[in-house]
């Protein structure tokens, strides 16, 4: 199975910041890396697929990058409503594993 | 607009059964993969299972293998979980989410049914 490693687990940040959250892969994933944002009691929302493709609607603050085993999730000028938790999944081959999540809280 | 309801979800005993269901609307079903992810209380998500537009080729993560069916009724436009034998480590939110052929990521999932294992 792949594993998926996000660090950090936690990250305290202000409205305007600009955060980085890093997700590597135990093998090569490719690009077939997707990114999500969960608040609490809300099922996950897709952000990011294919490591960099925006999903329709999300705003552009929002961007991926990588490829191989480490991939990137920046949130540029953080807003309020991107407290959140975010999680990779990779999807290059089975089982789907998810990274364990990176918690935005605010400092 | 894509919709995806779940619903079955309750507290059980240990070693019972239980089926989950999915109900879908807004969008071809017959043309989508299908997946089921769980959340445990206060951890992160878990793939569990997923079927194929036309009902084939079901897998399953190791955790639930031989315990847990996946299936769909593409008529009804319904999504299913069967699961037995459930252990304490089942309990969590369920989410049925909607993948395309080939590219598993999901840009569509259910609200979540809570499923709990009493003690």
């Known amino acids: 199975d792949i594993q998926m490693t996000q660090s950090p687990s936690t990250l305290s940040a202000s409205v305007g910041d600009t955060v980085t959250i890093t997700c590597r892969a135990s093998q090569s994933i490719s690009s077939w890396l997707a990114w999500y944002q969960q608040t609490p009691g809300k099922a996950p929302k897709l952000l990011i697929y294919k490591a960099s493709t925006l999903e329709d609607g999300v705003p552009s603050r929002f961007s991926g990058s990588g490829s191989g085993t480490e991939f990137t999730l920046t949130i540029t000028a953080l807003q309020p409503a991107d407290f959140a938790t975010y999680y990779c999944?990779?999807?290059?081959?089975?089982?789907?594993?998810f990274g364990g999540g990176t918690k935005v809280e605010i400092k | 607009e894509v919709q995806l309801a779940e619903s079955g979800g309750g507290l059980v005993q240990p070693g019972e059964s239980l089926r989950l269901s999915c109900e879908a609307s807004g969008f071809s079903f017959s043309n989508y993969w299908m997946h089921w992810v769980r959340q445990a209380p206060g951890k992160g998500l878990v793939w569990v299972a997923r079927i194929e537009s036309d009902g084939s080729g079901p897998i399953y993560a190791d955790s639930v293998q031989g315990r847990f069916t996946i299936s769909r009724d593409n008529a009804k436009k319904t999504l299913y979980l069967q699961m037995n034998s459930l252990r304490a480590e089942d309990t969590a939110v369920y989410y049925c989410?909607?993948?395309?052929?080939?590219?598993?990521?999901?840009?569509?999932w259910g609200q979540g049914t809570l499923v709990s294992l009493s003690s």
């Open positions: 999944q990779q999807y290059d081959s089975n089982p789907l594993t």
């Open positions: 989410a909607r993948g395309l052929p080939y590219y598993s990521f999901f840009a569509y």
